[in-house]
């Protein structure tokens, strides 16, 4: 059974403040990694996607991935209330299109 | 990315009857997904529609269940069969972009059982 895990927090950051989110996951052969943003009563919206090891920016948003350790993450920098949402981590299983999805961790960023 | 629609966005259905959702891309996609949400959960993944040919359906998914169509390179079918109140929970379904297995979603379609 591919996993993927994620602390369903919920995360409370101060505005402007970093979150940090994190993911692992189990398959060591993932290939690509996806952080998605859902707001309440609203479907998955892609963030960001990563591939190699290292960070990838974008905006206020950085990923970074560590396949050694099986780990990827999302930074939030400035932090703003409207970032308040659950964040999904997804990882492509070996071999094939499909996702397996975190549980997700509920982001709160308070004014 | 294409844009995905589905219909219908909600409904609310007694027990033992079907209901069909539709998705529609608004360009041609070569992967369709069927994903589904329940309350509070995070995203479990029904099956892969496949275009001319019969879906692929994830561990304790059946066809009999949650029968899929996909009929052309823009178009599917959910089937939520017989249904029972554990069947409530919002059925989403997606596509995969060009780069790297990515996936949109359309905006869901929330059913109730009672």
């Known amino acids: 059974q591919k996993e993927v895990e994620q602390n369903s927090g919920p995360l409370s950051v101060p505005e402007g403040a970093i979150a940090s989110l994190n993911c692992t996951y189990s398959?060591?052969?993932?290939?690509?990694f996806f952080w998605y943003r859902q707001y309440s009563g609203k479907s998955p919206e892609l963030i960001m996607f990563?591939?190699?090891?290292g960070d990838k920016e974008d905006g206020r948003f950085t990923a970074q991935l560590n396949k050694a350790s099986q780990y990827v993450s999302l930074l939030i920098r400035d932090s703003q209330p409207s970032d308040s949402a659950t964040y999904l981590c997804?990882?492509?299983?070996?071999?094939?299109?499909?996702?397996?999805f975190g549980a997700g961790t509920i982001l709160r960023v308070k004014s | 990315s294409a844009v995905i629609s589905q219909k219908p966005s909600r409904d609310i259905c007694q027990r033992g009857t079907s209901l069909t959702i539709q998705c529609q891309v608004d360009?041609?996609?070569?992967?369709m997904f069927w994903y589904r949400q329940q309350p509070g959960q995070s995203l479990t993944l029904i099956a892969t529609?496949?275009?001319?040919?019969?879906?692929?359906?994830e561990s304790g998914f059946v066809i009999d269940k949650f029968p899929i169509s996909r009929p052309n390179l823009t178009f599917s079918t959910l089937t939520v069969s017989n249904m029972s109140p554990e069947d409530s929970s919002i059925y989403l379904c997606?596509?995969?972009?060009?780069?790297?297995?990515?996936?949109?979603f359309g905006p869901g379609t929330r059913l109730t059982v009672l």
């Open positions: 997804a990882v492509n299983v070996e071999y094939g299109n499909k996702l397996v």
């Open positions: 398959d060591r052969g993932s290939q690509s």
């Open positions: 990563i591939y190699s090891n």
């Open positions: 360009s041609q996609v070569t992967m």
């Open positions: 529609a496949n275009q001319g040919s019969e879906a692929t359906y």
């Open positions: 997606s596509h995969t972009g060009t780069d790297y297995n990515e996936q949109f």
